[in-house]
C-alpha cells in the first residue's frame, strides 16, 4: 500500500442535549451516577400507542430561549437540538472560525438516521388526516436531512465540505469517522460533527412497534431479563482539530479520536454479526496503533435487544481475545436510551469522560446475570479505574459497523 | 370454528414461507418452516391484521422457537380477549 501522510485527530469541544438534561456536563453527570433518563412517554397519542415508556430530552428544553428569531422558524426539532449542542461544542473549544481563514478549512458532517421525521409527520397529518390543501412552505428545508449540516454550516461560516450521513443506529459514528478522516487526510483543519435524532413521533413510535424489538418497562442492556431497546433522542455535537492545529492556538484538548473502524455485515437486515463488528473493532485498534491490552473501557452498543447483546458479546471475545475478560464493557443506552442516529455522539460523550475522568460510567438496569453475556458490564455503579484508551461501537440495522478509538490526550 | 381459524393462520403460514398449506403441520416450528426472524415479524402483522387483534409485544420475541399450533392458539386467545373486552364495554 502506498505510504500517506496523516495527521492526528483531537477533540477540543464538545455539546449535547440529550435526556439526561441540557449540555454535554449534564449528560456526563447523570450517566457517571448511573441516573436513567427513562419514564413514562410523553407524546399527545400516548393513550392510543402501546409504547409505555421513552428517553426524552426534557420539557423545560426550549428551543426559543437557545435560537434566535429569525432562524428557528427554518429548523425542525433535529436541527434545534444539533444547533444547540453545536454552540455549547463551539464555545467550549475557543476556536474562532473568522481567523486565518478556518471557515474555509472546516468541515461539518452531522449523523441523522431520518432527519426532520417530526416535520414529515406533521405535514403528513395535515395532508392525510385533516385533508389540508397545501403543505407549509417551509417544510422542505425543515426537513431534508442535511438541514442540521447545512445550519451548523450557515451559523458560523464554515464553507468547508458538508453534508449528513445517515447509517440508522451508526449514523452519527459513521459522520465522525468521515470528519475526523478528512482531517487526517488534510482535506480539512477543523470539522464540526456529531448526530442528532429526534423521531419520536407518531408514525415512527407505531413503525418501532410494529417491529416487536421495543422494551415495555426500560432498557436493560446484557441482563438476562432484557426486553429489548427504548427509544431516546437528543444530539451531541464535537469540534474536531488536527493535533497540530490545536497546539498552534493553545486549545485545551480533551481527547485524542485515534482511530476508526467500518465494516458491513453484507448478510441480515436486521440480525447482526459478530464477525461483521468484530472486523470493525479490530480496525479502529489498528488505525489507533493499539493493541487490545491497551484498552480499558468499551461503551457498547449495548441495545438491550436479546439479538444485540449477545452478539456483541461474542464480537469483543473475537476482538480482544483474553483480554476481552479484563475490560470493563458498559452500555448508556441504558440511562439516556437509544437515540438512533445520535447514539454514537451521546456515547462519545461517555468515552470521553471516562477518559477524563477515569471513571466508567455504569450499565444501569442490569440485575440478572445472562450466561451468553459473559463480560465485566460495570452494573448499576460506576467505576473508577485507570481508563487510557476507549472504544466506542455502533452497530445499526442494515448490517453497518462504526467504532471509534479514543486516547487521552496528547 | 376452531378448524376455521386453523385453516386462516395456516394459510397466512404458507403465504409468507412459500410453501403449500398441507405441508405445515400443528408441531411444525416457524423454523422448521424456513421463516427467518423478519419474516416472523411480517408473518405476525399479516395475522392481526386479518383477525384484528393485538398480540402482547413480547410475543414476537419468541416466535422463533413457537409452532404453527401455538400461533392457532395465541390468535384464538386474542379473539377470546377480543370478545371479552367488548362485552365489558357494553
Given at each position: 500500500?502506498?505510504?500517506?501522510?496523516?495527521?492526528?485527530?483531537?477533540i477540543t469541544g464538545m455539546g449535547a442535549i440529550s435526556p439526561l438534561g441540557v449540555g454535554a456536563a449534564a449528560l456526563w453527570q447523570g450517566l457517571r451516577e448511573?441516573r436513567?433518563a427513562?419514564?413514562?412517554?410523553?407524546?399527545?397519542?400516548?393513550?392510543?400507542?402501546?409504547?409505555?415508556?421513552?428517553?426524552?430530552v426534557p420539557?423545560?428544553f426550549?428551543?426559543?430561549?437557545h435560537?434566535?428569531?429569525?432562524?428557528?422558524?427554518?429548523?425542525?426539532?433535529?436541527?434545534?437540538f444539533a444547533l444547540h449542542a453545536a454552540r455549547e461544542a463551539v464555545a467550549q473549544s475557543g476556536?474562532?472560525?473568522?481567523?486565518?481563514?478556518?471557515?474555509?478549512?472546516?468541515?461539518?458532517?452531522?449523523?441523522?438516521?431520518?432527519?426532520?421525521?417530526?416535520?414529515?409527520?406533521?405535514?403528513?397529518?395535515?395532508?392525510?388526516?385533516?385533508?389540508?390543501?397545501?403543505?407549509?412552505?417551509?417544510?422542505?428545508?425543515?426537513?431534508?436531512?442535511?438541514?442540521?449540516?447545512?445550519?451548523?454550516?450557515?451559523?458560523?461560516?464554515?464553507?468547508?465540505?458538508?453534508?449528513?450521513?445517515?447509517?440508522?443506529?451508526?449514523?452519527a459514528?459513521?459522520?465522525i469517522?468521515?470528519?475526523?478522516?478528512?482531517?487526517?487526510?488534510?482535506?480539512?483543519?477543523?470539522?464540526v460533527t456529531g448526530g442528532t435524532?429526534?423521531?419520536?413521533?407518531?408514525?415512527?413510535?407505531?413503525?418501532?412497534?410494529?417491529?416487536?424489538?421495543?422494551?415495555?418497562?426500560?432498557?436493560?442492556?446484557?441482563?438476562?431479563?432484557?426486553?429489548?431497546?427504548?427509544?431516546g433522542e437528543g444530539a451531541a455535537i464535537f469540534v474536531l482539530?488536527?493535533?497540530?492545529?490545536?497546539?498552534?492556538?493553545?486549545?485545551t484538548i480533551l481527547a485524542?479520536l485515534?482511530?476508526?473502524?467500518?465494516?458491513?455485515?453484507?448478510?441480515?437486515?436486521?440480525?447482526?454479526?459478530?464477525?461483521?463488528?468484530?472486523?470493525?473493532?479490530?480496525?479502529?485498534?489498528?488505525?489507533?496503533?493499539?493493541?487490545?491490552?491497551?484498552?480499558?473501557?468499551?461503551n457498547?452498543?449495548?441495545?438491550?435487544?436479546?439479538?444485540?447483546?449477545?452478539?456483541?458479546?461474542?464480537?469483543?471475545?473475537?476482538?480482544?481475545?483474553?483480554?476481552?475478560?479484563?475490560?470493563?464493557?458498559?452500555?448508556t443506552?441504558?440511562m439516556h436510551?437509544?437515540a438512533?442516529?445520535a447514539s454514537g455522539a451521546l456515547e462519545l460523550v461517555a468515552a470521553i469522560g471516562a477518559l477524563r475522568d477515569?471513571v466508567?460510567p455504569?450499565?444501569?438496569?442490569?440485575?440478572?446475570?445472562?450466561?451468553?453475556?459473559?463480560?465485566?458490564?460495570?452494573?448499576?455503579?460506576?467505576?473508577?479505574?485507570?481508563?487510557?484508551?476507549?472504544?466506542s461501537?455502533?452497530?445499526?440495522?442494515?448490517?453497518?459497523?462504526?467504532?471509534?478509538?479514543l486516547?487521552?490526550a496528547? | 370454528?376452531?378448524?376455521?381459524?386453523?385453516?386462516?393462520?395456516?394459510?397466512?403460514?404458507?403465504?409468507?414461507?412459500?410453501?403449500?398449506?398441507?405441508?405445515?403441520?400443528?408441531?411444525?416450528?416457524?423454523?422448521?418452516?424456513?421463516?427467518?426472524?423478519?419474516?416472523?415479524?411480517?408473518?405476525?402483522?399479516?395475522?392481526?391484521?386479518?383477525?384484528?387483534?393485538?398480540?402482547?409485544?413480547?410475543?414476537?420475541?419468541?416466535?422463533?422457537?413457537?409452532?404453527?399450533?401455538?400461533?392457532?392458539?395465541?390468535?384464538?386467545?386474542?379473539?377470546?380477549?377480543?370478545?371479552?373486552?367488548?362485552?365489558?364495554?357494553?
Open positions: 500500500m502506498p505510504t500517506v501522510s496523516t495527521r492526528r485527530v483531537v448511573g436513567s427513562i419514564g413514562p412517554l410523553r407524546h399527545v397519542d400516548a393513550g392510543r400507542l402501546r409504547v409505555k415508556v421513552a428517553a426524552q420539557e423545560s426550549d428551543p426559543a430561549a435560537i434566535d428569531e429569525r432562524t428557528l422558524p427554518l429548523l425542525d426539532r433535529t436541527s434545534e476556536v474562532d472560525f473568522a481567523a486565518n481563514g478556518l471557515g474555509a478549512r472546516t468541515a461539518v458532517i452531522v449523523g441523522t438516521g431520518v432527519g426532520g421525521e417530526t416535520t414529515q409527520d406533521e405535514q403528513s397529518r395535515r395532508l392525510y388526516g385533516e385533508n389540508a390543501q397545501r403543505a407549509h412552505p417551509l417544510t422542505i428545508v425543515r426537513l431534508m436531512t442535511n438541514a442540521s449540516a447545512s445550519q451548523i454550516s450557515i451559523a458560523w461560516g464554515l464553507r468547508g465540505p458538508a453534508y449528513a450521513v445517515a447509517s440508522a443506529c451508526a449514523s459514528n459513521h459522520a469517522i468521515q470528519a475526523a478522516q478528512m482531517i487526517r487526510y488534510g482535506m480539512a483543519d477543523a470539522a435524532e429526534a423521531c419520536l413521533t407518531y408514525g415512527a413510535l407505531r413503525a418501532w412497534e410494529a417491529m416487536r424489538v421495543l422494551a415495555d418497562d426500560t432498557c436493560r442492556p446484557f441482563s438476562a431479563n432484557r426486553r429489548g431497546l427504548v427509544l482539530e488536527s493535533l497540530e492545529h490545536a497546539r498552534s492556538r493553545g486549545a485524542e485515534a482511530g476508526t473502524g467500518m465494516s458491513a455485515d453484507a448478510s441480515d437486515i436486521v440480525m447482526p454479526s459478530a464477525e461483521g463488528a468484530a472486523a470493525a473493532m479490530r480496525q479502529a485498534l489498528d488505525e489507533a496503533e493499539l493493541n487490545p491490552a491497551d484498552i480499558d473501557y468499551i457498547a452498543h449495548g441495545t438491550g435487544t436479546p439479538a444485540n447483546d449477545v452478539t456483541e458479546t461474542r464480537a469483543i471475545r473475537l476482538a480482544f481475545g483474553t483480554h476481552a475478560d479484563r475490560l470493563a464493557v458498559s452500555s443506552k441504558s436510551g437509544h438512533l442516529g477515569s466508567v455504569p450499565t444501569a438496569n442490569l440485575d440478572v446475570v445472562d450466561p451468553a453475556c459473559d463480560l465485566d458490564y460495570v452494573p448499576n455503579v460506576a467505576r473508577e479505574m485507570p481508563v487510557r484508551a476507549v472504544l461501537n455502533s452497530f445499526a440495522f442494515g448490517g453497518l459497523n462504526a467504532v471509534l478509538a486516547k487521552r496528547p | 370454528m376452531t378448524a376455521t381459524i386453523q385453516q386462516q393462520v395456516f394459510e397466512i403460514i404458507a403465504k409468507q414461507a412459500k410453501i403449500e398449506v398441507a405441508t405445515i403441520r400443528p408441531e411444525s416450528t416457524l423454523k422448521d418452516l424456513g421463516i427467518a426472524s423478519l419474516e416472523a415479524i411480517e408473518m405476525i402483522f399479516d395475522i392481526e391484521e386479518h383477525f384484528n387483534i393485538n398480540f402482547p409485544d413480547q410475543q414476537g420475541a419468541n416466535f422463533d422457537t413457537d409452532t404453527a399450533q401455538s400461533l392457532v392458539d395465541a390468535v384464538q386467545k386474542a379473539l377470546a380477549d377480543k370478545t371479552a373486552t367488548d362485552e365489558g364495554s357494553k
